[in-house]
């Protein structure tokens, strides 16, 4: 799926601390999350359903992914 990233808005997680190591996230008309590098802005993004994200923020705020 591709979009036009020239005009949404992304944004980096308060929790980033201003840091340049992240990832920025866009909440794009049609039901579509984006998701690329904050180093690489004109690099790729990834695309996900909204159900997607919100299955993956969920089980990374239970712990699901975090290491033993």
Known sequence: M??????THWFKSSY????????EVAFIEGD???VRDS??????AL???SA??????????SGRFDRP
């Open 47 to 49: 695309s996900f359903s």
């Open 32 to 34: 579509v999350v984006g």
């Open 16 to 23: 980033s601390g201003g840091s340049q190591d992240c990832v």
């Open 52 to 61: 997607a994200w919100d299955m993956f923020t969920l089980s990374a705020r």
């Open 2 to 7: 591709s979009f036009d990233r020239s005009e």
């Open 39 to 44: 180093k690489d802005r004109s690099g790729p």
